[in-house]
Structure formats: structure tokens, C-alpha cells
């Protein structure tokens, strides 16, 4: 393989001489993954390699299989531009029999190193399709809340020319201009100087679609004293690329901004949770335009005694329980995974009535094939399983036998409960939970130094253990509790609490952080100062209750 085409990760697929594959041109969209089409996803899923640079990469890997080989082209000057090196490494693999998606940002019609790509598989006999995606001309507006309607004209400004210029300025089409921030004043200054008012408005928005995004408002005129007013120039990076909307469309968007005014955008919420607990919880942190970190602080694994476990197991099966009571995910977990070391599956509950507490302990049953019988009316809770759980009556009941398969450290207030109602309970230790590795040295320096806009502790030992490997969050971070015994460990812990979840569910956890960003945003707004991230604030700095 030339060394300009440099692969990440070895391809999964068929071996070298194989009959020729296949390509898909694949549009990523502008930066939000949600972007992509059906038809990219189901791509995706087929592929056996991806190509594309490291930012496409990251939008599209999360829909391709698991040993889906990534490779991303590199420029050799010498002997390569990055076009040719992509062609070359598109094609080397799809001659060995592999599907290959070609990832493009933006739509694959509009990228002309897309088309040249193109031309090459085609010259080359091998089979391609096109897959367009949203093009940043289109969704970087939308999501910036500029509308695009009427007589439009897409104008790339490091490619346009004296007549291009021209032929923009003199028409009183709205402009959707690629350029970069460093050069918008440029473009502005051409506009004007061919014919454009000064005082046209215009919008200027970077990293477009994802929680980076940031606009700007102004005129042809004052473009350039707004950027650096605004500190946005000089910036110590190189040229970042941006879309210029210019027209009187644009002072539309105080009132239709969505996407920048939500009520945690960009916040960074630390979850300390595990991805697989964190799932759900983190997709409605994103709905509010937050951006999740997880971070797990307790880990599970195996009874030290794993006899008690297994024999409680086939007693399912023998028929020695009327109950079984699940109290979390993990418990759920241990029991199926026993399950399958038996080879058994959900028919072995059949004839047992199943107990569960949670929304994610139900979403786990019912993945597993077993619909929960009963669940709290009220506080999810081992309190609130106990307000509906019925007595033990010897007519009705013919076992009086509760299997509870919990964490090693849980409370006994369960089955406590559970004996003053009659009956009989097998209190199994199905897991033994301990606390996690630190996380990565980056992610303990930004929840010392306030890197963090908020975190969330779904229970007291989420903060003990929190502090304990990563250490104690910054004064500017936004506390939010799942309740008063949470809260209680918090402040014992030195820390202010902020939020507090009305009820005791995460997502009703999440939605308080929601309101309280909301408020934050809204005091902010009334009193005429910049909307800012907690940690923005100065290090350090006073933070006043909303």
C-alpha cells in the first residue's frame, strides 16, 4: 500500500485477491451525528472499512460494526496530494472483495476530491453508489436559525474570483459564503467594495451543528470590530472554518435560534455512570444540548462465593420461589448471565411472578424477555416496591418464597419489608460492587480545575467514590443531587449543592439541571449580561443560586 494512505486499523473483510468490491460515497453532514441518513446508517452497517479523516470518522463510526476496519488518508508531498492518496486507498481495499464507505463531510456531490475519487473507481471498473448527506450550506443556517429561502447563492469564497464577487454583490440574493474565520472580514470587505450596502446583516457561524457551534451577528461593515470585540480573533489555531450567511434573512434569528439556546448548551456534564447505565440519561442530556462525559465509578464483579448465587438459580427452575425481585441493572445482569452458563433462557421464569425497580431495571427485563409483573405506582424505590407489594396468603400463594438477588453493600430495608408481609426471602448476593479505576489524568485535572459545567450524583456513593478516585469537583461546578441523602453526602463532602432532583429518578434528575440552565440562562438574558458555561466563569468566582 503507498505510504500516503495510511490505515488506523486493519480491515475486517475478505483476503487480498478476491473479485472487485464495492464504494459508497458516504455524506457525514456538517458535525451532528442525528445528520445522517437512513441509508448512511444501513451503508454503515454493511462496511467493511471506513475512509475518511479523523472528524468524519468520529460521526460515523458509532453505526458500523464492531470490527469495521478505519483508515485515513494522508497527503504525501512528494509524491501524493490527499485526493489521489484517498483514491488510492478507497480502491486498494475495494479490489480485495471489501465494501468500502468513503465518509465525506457535508454531501459527497459537492466535495470535487469526492468527485475526482469518483471518476477513479469508475475508470477503474469498480461498482460505487452515492449516498448525499446535508450539506453544510443547508444545515449550519438551520441550526443557526438563519432561514434560507427565496433567491440563494452559495458562494465559496476560497475558490471564487473578481466576477463571482461581482455577480454576488450586485444582486440582492441572500449569500451562504464558506469561508473561515479568519478571512470573513475579507469576504465582507469584497461584498462591499462590489457593490453590497455596508450595513447588509449578516451571520457568521463555526463548528456548525454540534455543540461547539457559536454564532455571530453583524453587518458587512462591522464584521471584523464584532470578532475580535467578542475575543473570537486572533485565534492561536490555524484557519477555522465557517459559513457566512449574508442578507436580511439573518435578523430573523433572534427569534429563531433553537439549537444555540438550549438549556445546557455545550454545558460538559460529568455522569458518573457506566456507558451502559448511562445510555438513556446521556441521550437526554444531549436533547438539551449538553454534551455527557462518563465516568464509572463503581465497578462490578462476581460474589467471592458464587455457590449461594447458583443454587438460588436452579431454584428458579425447581420451582422453590413464587418471586423474584430485581432492584437494578446489575442484578438483572448477574441472573441472566447464570442463566446462560446453564443454558437456559426467559422461559425458565415461567410460573414466577417478577418484581422490578426502575425504569432501566424494566428496560432490562423486558431486553431479556420477561415483562416485569409488578413495578412501584410511586417512588422507585426498595420503599416504594413495598407500598405495592402484596401479603403472603397461604390460599392464594402456594410458595411462600421471595428470591432477591442484589449488590453485596444493599440495604435491608427490602427484606425487612418483605418478612413483615409474610414471607420468606433468600437475601442472594448476585454481585459485589467495588470502586472503579481512576479515570484518565485528563479528566481528573478538568474536574479539579473546573473543566466541568455540571455534575450529576445519582446516589451517595457515586460521591464518595467520585472524590475518592478522581478528587473533589471545582467550586464552579454545578452540583446536582438525586436527593436529600445524596445531597447530605455532597456537602459532608465540602461541596454546594445546586440542583436538586424533585423526585428520585435520573431523569428527572436531568430535567432539574435542565430548569436550573434555563433559569441561568434567563437571569443572565434580563440582566443584559453574556450567557456564559459555568466554566467560563473565572476560577475561583462567587457562583449565586438562580
Known sequence: MNPAAVATTEPAGTAAGAAAGHVTFLGAGPGDPGLLTLRAVEALGLADVLVGDSQVLDVVRRHARADVGTAEPTADAEALDLVAAASQLVMASARTGKRVVRAVSGDPVLDAGAAEEMLACAHAGIPFEVVPGVSAALGVPAYAGVPLSGDVRYVDAATA???????????????VVATTLQTVAAVAGELVSNGRKPDTALTVTVAGTTTRQRTWSATLATIGAELKATKALPTPEGPIAAIAVVGERTTQREHLSWFETKQLFGWRVLVPRTKEQAA??????????????EVPTIAVEPPRTPQQMERAVKGLVTGRYEWIAFTSVNAVKAVREKFEEYGLDARAFAGIKVAAVGEQTSRALVEFGVKPDLVPSGEQSAAGLLEDWPPYDPVFDPIDRVFLPRADIATETLVAGLVELGWEVDDVTAYRTVRASPPPAETREAIKGGGFDAVLFTSSSTVRNLVGIAGKPHNVTVIACIGPATAKTAEEHGLRVDVMSPEPSVHALAQALADFGQARREAAEAAGDPVTRPSERRPGARRRRV
Open 161 to 175: 474570483g473578481g466576477r463571482c464577487w461581482n455577480e454576488a454583490a450586485g444582486s440582492d440574493s441572500t449569500l
Open 280 to 293: 438513556s440519561l446521556s441521550d437526554q442530556l444531549r436533547s438539551y444540548g449538553a454534551v455527557p462525559h
